[in-house]
């Protein structure tokens, strides 16, 4: 299995506190990614990374920054966590090197916003 | 942009017998990669299987197999001799070859396994 962790597991916050999570991955890939899965939405991708400091915004965005100072860590930031953002929060790893362009998973967050 | 569209919200199968899920995309791209991932209650997304567009073998895996259609734009999934650990859900989806490799999505199919 991939070396790729999710923290926290499980979150539960108030309406317009600011929340972080965080993907931690031990494989050295350049390709770093957050999805949310929603039911009857499948997961759609909010933000990725191709290598540190490099961001770039994806389907839902909205709401939504990251950050990534090191290779391993991949952080999505909640400013002014809002109802709509419960979800399960999926983070992903990827690396041009693999030419199965396999997407690694890790064992996701669920956050819920009260 | 790519779109991916699961028509099968849920399915159901009997142990040891056959089923298909389908799934159709919609691309201007020649060049791309398409895969079935399947979720079990666990949460954790395993791939199941990936297609590279420019083969024309489709492939397998096991009891797991998948027929391409490009020029129809689908790509089908079809689980032989189910089993009750096949129970999950299953995502198609699409990935540009190259570049950042972002993956679409389709809704999901949930599929029931009857002893």
């Known amino acids: 299995d991939a070396g790729i962790t999710q923290s926290p597991r499980h979150k539960v916050t108030e309406t317009g506190t600011p929340v972080t999570l965080r993907c931690h991955q031990t494989?050295?890939?350049?390709?770093m990614y957050w999805y949310r899965q929603d039911p009857g939405h499948g997961l759609r991708l909010i933000h990725y990374s191709y290598g540190v400091k490099d961001t770039d915004k994806g389907e839902v965005s909205d709401g939504y920054s990251v950050s990534r100072s090191k290779t391993e860590d991949f952080l999505l930031t909640l400013e002014s966590a809002t109802s709509s953002q419960t979800s399960v929060y999926f983070c992903?790893?990827?690396?041009?090197?693999?030419?199965?362009?396999?997407?690694?998973f890790g064992p996701g967050t669920r956050l819920t916003v009260t | 942009a790519q779109t991916v569209t699961q028509s099968q919200p849920e399915m159901s199968v009997q142990e040891a017998e056959t089923v298909t899920l389908s799934c159709t995309y919609d691309t201007s791209e020649s060049d791309y990669y398409l895969f079935w991932y399947k979720q079990p209650p666990s949460r954790q997304m395993i791939l199941v299987i990936r297609q590279e567009a420019y083969k024309q073998q489709n492939a397998t895996e096991n009891r797991f197999s998948v027929n391409f259609q490009k020029a129809a734009k689908s790509f089908s999934l079809k689980i032989s001799d189910s089993q009750l650990g096949d129970a999950a859900m299953y995502f198609c989806a699409y990935s540009s070859q190259g570049g950042s490799e972002k993956l679409v999505f389709g809704k999901g199919t949930k599929l029931t396994v009857n002893p």
């Open positions: 494989e050295n890939h350049r390709y």
């Open positions: 992903a790893i990827s690396d041009l090197g693999d030419p199965s362009y396999e997407q690694y």
